[in-house]
C-alpha cells in the first residue's frame, strides 16, 4: 500500500525559508497527482499546491511566487519550498496522492502522509 512521509518543518523567522519533503513507498509518480494541503489552527484544510499527473503544476493564490513544488521520481519523493515566509503561513502541512484529483481540493486525494508543524515567527 503507499506510505507517505512528510518531513522538514520547523520553526523560522518571517522571510526565512524551509523545504518540505513527503517520501513516498510502493508508489508510482505516472499513475497519481501529488500534491501539498495545509491547515492552521482553527481553520480547515486547504490546498497549497499540487502536480497532475499530466505535469501541470498548481499553486494557492497566497502562495504563488513564493512556494515550489517539485518532484524527483528517482527517490519517490516530492518538495515543497518555501521562501519569504509569513506568520500566516504557520499551520500543519501534508502531503497527498490520489487519482481524479481536483486542484486546492481534497477530491481524489487517498494518500495522505503525517503532518509537519511549520511556524512561522513575526
Known amino acids: 500500500d503507499v506510505q507517505l512521509q512528510a518531513s522538514g518543518g520547523g520553526l523560522v523567522q518571517t522571510g526565512g525559508s524551509l523545504r518540505l519533503s513527503c517520501q513516498a513507498s510502493?508508489?508510482?509518480?505516472?499513475?497519481?497527482?501529488i500534491a501539498w494541503f495545509r491547515q492552521a489552527p482553527g481553520k480547515g484544510r486547504e490546498g497549497v499546491s499540487s502536480?497532475?499527473?499530466?505535469?501541470?503544476?498548481h499553486y494557492a493564490n497566497d502562495v504563488q511566487g513564493r512556494f515550489t513544488i517539485s518532484a524527483d521520481k528517482t527517490k519517490n519523493t516530492w518538495y515543497l519550498q518555501m521562501n519569504s515566509l509569513k506568520p500566516e503561513d504557520t499551520a500543519i502541512y501534508c502531503c497527498?496522492?490520489?487519482?481524479?484529483?481536483?486542484?486546492?481540493?481534497?477530491?481524489?486525494?487517498?494518500?495522505w502522509g503525517q503532518g509537519t508543524q511549520v511556524t512561522v515567527s513575526s
Open positions: 510502493e508508489f508510482t509518480f505516472e499513475d497519481y497527482a
Open positions: 497527498a496522492a490520489g487519482v481524479g484529483t481536483v486542484p486546492y481540493s481534497r477530491t481524489g486525494y487517498v494518500y
Open positions: 502536480i497532475d499527473n499530466n505535469g501541470e503544476i
